[in-house]
């Protein structure tokens, strides 16, 4: 039997997560996290008795330990407690799927404790995925990624290692705003922002998806993921998010992954690999699905993506500005203190004002993060 820890059980990817864990049955939970969502981790803890619970919060902790008084399962909090869970000596695979950069320390600590990762926390390699790969592999640990777009590559890359790569298609829904120009976008609201036409997620990847910046994260993890160069790594519209991504070799053959879209597929070939498992989950009927189309991403309408390619064509710690910025101006419009097209130029203004460290350590990557995250909460609109 083996064990894992879930770093964010309460999110999307953690729930599901849970639900892959209950089919395969082979795995035990040993340690889970979450930010504030006391109650549904509470379930979770009663439901899969982990030996060690986190919560960000100490307030929260202190009521989720009174909860759990009738149980043996340890309540952490705070960082140590994240690291405690990511660092729990019997478990050989971490799922991190918190949101935010708050995933970055735990990560590295996984990793330097011989941790396999299973990634759906975008952060970790768009802030420091120089560092992030270096350490895995001098820790000789597998990053297995969760994403689906990811998890496409990756299992397009299978069986043909060595074979040198044309380029990479990472393919994009286009959100809910797909063929939209600025001007339509004028007066979007949150609830517009929200209202995904394929995926079932948060509100911060939601919007991220909506404005590309999620596709632009994206473009960042696979250049460190797969060691590609950026201009190999090229984004595809695709709406029906059937195609999940795709791999062109040289001679020209491409190799995608298909299916329907359901973040279970993904998340369980994480866990089980080599392996594959059967599942309960939805499988496509092409004779249903019989209109697959592709197109350009309008960078002028989608600022965010460019403003990533950007970012990462930069390099050095500007990545970690980006992002740090981004999650600043994703909060202030779900809080309705900016607008929708006022993302991106937040998010620009803080690039801009910002000097590029090009030799940096975590440290400096957390502290490019701190910088961005207040200069973005300080801009006026």
Excluded at 263 to 289: E, N, W
Excluded at 332 to 340: A, C, T
Excluded at 341 to 355: D, K, V
Aim: aromatic share 6%.
């Amino acid at each position: 039997m083996r064990e894992i820890s879930i770093l964010g059980s309460t999110g999307s990817i953690g729930t599901q997560t849970l639900e892959v864990i209950e089919n395969l049955k082979d795995i035990r939970v040993a340690g889970i996290s979450a930010n504030h969502n006391i109650d549904l981790l509470e379930k979770q803890a009663r439901k899969f008795r982990p030996r060690f619970v986190a919560v960000m919060d100490d307030s929260n902790a202190k009521k989720l330990k009174e909860r759990l008084s009738d149980v043996d399962i340890k309540v952490l909090k705070g960082m140590e407690g994240l690291i405690e869970v990511a660092t729990i000596q019997s478990v050989d695979t971490v799922v991190t799927s918190v949101v935010g950069n708050v995933g970055l320390k735990p990560t590295f600590e996984a990793i330097t404790a011989g941790k396999n990762i299973a990634l759906a926390n975008k952060e970790t390699l768009v802030s420091a995925g120089q560092l992030v790969m270096d350490l895995a592999k001098k820790k000789n640990i597998s990053i297995y990624p969760v994403d689906s777009e990811h998890s496409a590559i990756f299992q397009s890359l299978q069986g043909n290692e060595g074979s040198p790569i044309r380029r990479i298609l990472l393919t994009a829904s286009g959100g809910p705003f797909r063929g939209k120009k600025k001007a339509e976008l004028a007066h979007t609201t949150v609830a517009d922002a929200l209202n995904h036409p394929n995926w079932s997620m948060g509100k911060k990847i939601t919007i991220d998806s909506a404005t590309l910046m999620n596709k632009g994260l994206e473009v960042m993890e696979a250049r460190w993921l797969f060691d590609v160069p950026t201009d190999k790594i090229e984004v595809l519209i695709h709406p029906q998010s059937i195609l999940h991504s795709a791999v062109e070799y040289e001679d020209g053959a491409i190799m995608a992954q298909m299916g329907e879209p359901d973040m279970k597929v993904p998340i369980q070939y994480a866990l089980t690999y080599p392996k594959r498992v059967k599942s309960p989950y939805p499988k496509v009927d092409f004779l249903k699905r019989n209109s697959l189309t592709f197109q350009e991403p309008d960078l002028e309408t989608f600022r965010c993506l460019a403003l990533a390619y950007q970012a990462l064509e930069t390099g050095g710690t500007l990545p970690a500005v980006l992002n740090g910025a981004n999650e600043i101006a994703v909060e202030r419009f779900l809080n309705g203190k900016i607008s929708f097209l006022q993302i991106p130029e937040l998010i620009e203004q803080t690039m801009n004002a910002y000097t590029v460290k090009y030799e940096y350590t975590l440290e400096d990557l957390l502290e490019a993060d701190k910088w961005a995250r207040s200069f973005a909460s300080n801009l006026n609109f």
